[in-house]
């Protein structure tokens, strides 16, 4: 054999090593691309691959991510029957596919308008669709290590008072749209200094020594008519609808109240200062019922799970609970549109091209402050931490008027299709008006509920 053809099959090897090599390589980078837990949008995009929970701290999702990984992990601990340590690790390990409800377009909208607030204080939020779909949540970068603020429990406020007084108290008949309490105090407790106080005091500490309207105390957030409302309904009443609605665990003031009488929760219940709190996530699952019809469901984020080869492990089954008749969660909707009204408490929300409802609720030297809102397609908290003032609300619209001007075609209007009837009610008895009547107002009853005719004139 010549020199010159050794010389040829010497290239030749040399090549087919260095294309061997390469191919290797690639063979190599495709695996590590596709190793560790993906995760999909409710579009079916890939969004995040992450291989450890080290990692799920650099993506910009990472509160959505803590949330799907935590779910993911007791799904697989329930289906498998081991630890949830056990469980965590196998979802890197065998490379699972998780489809979950996240809407990137909603969640950037979301975060832009959130990240401006976010070096002022610590902000976090969480949107639903009406079907309990966790579809964006939102938390401080800047927060403890390890805190997710979406997920962590606060003191609600004022913003439990539809869910814990209102829409209960007007389900069962306690209460209709013009019931009136006088804006007094309930009673007179004793203060660090030993001396009698009135209470409850109201945001403004006046009391007007007037009659309000149920719609009023809800649009303006008077603390004495919340308080006079759940006496009547009923506190430990309340308690058990909040436990068997919704999961709210009220452990802490049941014993409370087993050990010195139900007042001593009447304002945990009433203005909202439970001992556990409740989170953005919570909440937002709890006002879903304010706009499909009185139904709720737990909010989730994960849709599916596949295995590694595609054969689907999980697959959500709804399974929405009616906790309020149709009427009273369409009467509350539209009580809760008096809040965003000029003369409301949530006055702060401009959105102008859609319907919105919603409460707000305020702590204590402003130490959480919350916006939970409706919308005809959404379920929306905000809450933050300490500021002089409660900003929740402008939040809440600025990341909706985001949202909905990112949509193409949206619900503009809420449906309202329950049997709910519209009357004229004289302002000084609250009942239906009749001729001498001086000044009226509408109102919205149930059918079965209209209030009697005037009385006074």
């Given at each position: 054999?010549?020199?010159?053809?050794?010389?040829?099959?010497?290239?030749?090897?040399?090549?087919?090593?260095?294309?061997?090599?390469?191919?290797?390589?690639?063979?190599?980078?495709?695996?590590?691309?596709?190793?560790?837990?993906?995760?999909?949008?409710?579009?079916?995009?890939?969004?995040?691959?992450?291989?450890?929970?080290?990692?799920?701290?650099?993506?910009?999702?990472?509160?959505?991510?803590?949330?799907?990984?935590?779910?993911?992990?007791?799904?697989?601990?329930?289906?498998?029957?081991?630890?949830?340590?056990?469980?965590?690790?196998?979802?890197?390990?065998?490379?699972?596919?998780?489809?979950?409800?996240?809407?990137?377009?909603?969640?950037?909208?979301?975060?832009?308008?959130?990240?401006?607030?976010?070096?002022?204080?610590?902000?976090?939020?969480?949107?639903?669709?009406?079907?309990?779909?966790?579809?964006?949540?939102?938390?401080?970068?800047?927060?403890?290590?390890g805190t997710n603020f979406a997920t962590k429990a606060n003191r609600p406020c004022s913003a439990l008072k539809p869910l814990s007084v209102y829409a209960p108290a007007l389900d069962d008949g306690t209460v209709n749209w013009s019931s009136r309490y006088?804006?007094?105090?309930?009673?007179?407790?004793?203060?660090?200094?030993?001396?009698?106080?009135?209470?409850?005091?109201?945001?403004?500490?006046?009391?007007?020594?007037?009659?309000?309207?149920?719609?009023?105390?809800?649009?303006?957030?008077?603390?004495?008519?919340?308080?006079?409302?759940?006496?009547?309904?009923?506190?430990?009443?309340?308690?058990?609808?909040?436990?068997?609605?919704?999961?709210?665990?009220?452990?802490?003031?049941?014993?409370?109240?087993?050990?010195?009488?139900?007042?001593?929760?009447?304002?945990?219940?009433?203005?909202?200062?439970?001992?556990?709190?409740?989170?953005?996530?919570?909440?937002?699952?709890?006002?879903?019922?304010?706009?499909?019809?009185?139904?709720?469901?737990?909010?989730?984020?994960?849709?599916?799970?596949?295995?590694?080869?595609?054969?689907?492990?999980?697959?959500?089954?709804?399974?929405?609970?009616?906790?309020?008749?149709?009427?009273?969660?369409?009467?509350?909707?539209?009580?809760?549109?008096?809040?965003?009204?000029?003369?409301?408490?949530?006055?702060?929300?401009?959105?102008?091209?859609?319907?919105?409802?919603?409460?707000?609720g305020t702590d204590e030297d402003y130490k959480n402050n919350w916006f939970v809102g409706i919308t005809p397609e959404y379920?929306?908290?905000?809450?933050?931490?300490?500021?002089?003032?409660?900003?929740?609300?402008?939040?809440?619209?600025?990341?909706?008027?985001?949202?909905?001007?990112?949509?193409?075609?949206?619900?503009?209007?809420?449906?309202?299709?329950?049997?709910?009837?519209?009357?004229?009610?004289?302002?000084?008895?609250?009942?239906?008006?009749?001729?001498?009547?001086?000044?009226?107002?509408?109102?919205?009853?149930?059918?079965?509920?209209?209030?009697?005719?005037?009385?006074?004139?």
């Open positions: 054999m010549s020199s010159q053809k050794k010389q040829v099959i010497k290239i030749k090897r040399i090549i087919s090593s260095i294309l061997c090599v390469v191919l290797l390589a690639s063979l190599f980078a495709s695996c590590g691309k596709g190793s560790g837990l993906q995760i999909f949008s409710a579009d079916n995009e890939l969004f995040a691959t992450i291989k450890s929970d080290k990692a799920i701290n650099k993506n910009e999702n990472k509160a959505y991510l803590e949330i799907v990984v935590d779910e993911a992990s007791e799904i697989i601990s329930k289906s498998q029957n081991i630890e949830i340590k056990e469980a965590r690790k196998a979802l890197y390990k065998n490379k699972y596919k998780i489809y979950t409800a996240f809407d990137k377009k909603v969640s950037d909208n979301l975060l832009k308008s959130c990240d401006k607030k976010d070096d002022k204080f610590k902000v976090a939020a969480a949107i639903t669709d009406l079907n309990a779909n966790l579809v964006a949540v939102y938390s401080s970068k800047d927060g403890q290590k006088k804006d007094s105090p309930y009673k007179y407790v004793k203060n660090l200094e030993g001396v009698m106080r009135p209470w409850p005091s109201n945001a403004n500490y006046v009391y007007s020594e007037k009659y309000a309207y149920i719609y009023q105390a809800i649009m303006e957030s008077i603390n004495t008519v919340a308080v006079k409302c759940l006496t009547d309904y009923g506190i430990m009443r309340s308690v058990s609808f909040l436990e068997n609605s919704f999961g709210i665990p009220l452990e802490a003031e049941k014993t409370l109240a087993a050990t010195n009488g139900e007042e001593e929760i009447l304002g945990n219940i009433a203005l909202g200062f439970l001992s556990n709190g409740v989170s953005c996530v919570d909440m937002a699952g709890y006002y879903q019922i304010f706009a499909n019809g009185g139904k709720y469901e737990e909010p989730k984020a994960i849709l599916k799970i596949c295995d590694k080869k595609g054969n689907i492990v999980y697959e959500r089954e709804h399974s929405q609970k009616q906790v309020i008749k149709d009427t009273t969660a369409e009467i509350m909707n539209r009580m809760l549109k008096e809040v965003v009204s000029p003369d409301g408490t949530g006055k702060a929300v401009s959105c102008k091209n859609f319907e919105v409802a919603g409460k707000t379920s929306c908290a905000v809450w933050h931490d300490y500021y002089f003032e409660n900003t929740a609300a402008k939040i809440f619209s600025d990341a909706m008027n985001e949202i909905y001007n990112a949509k193409e075609a949206y619900q503009k209007v809420f449906g309202y299709n329950a049997p709910v009837t519209q009357i004229a009610y004289c302002t000084e008895s609250g009942k239906q008006f009749k001729q001498g009547c001086s000044f009226i107002k509408m109102g919205y009853y149930t059918q079965d509920k209209v209030p009697g005719i005037c009385d006074r004139h």
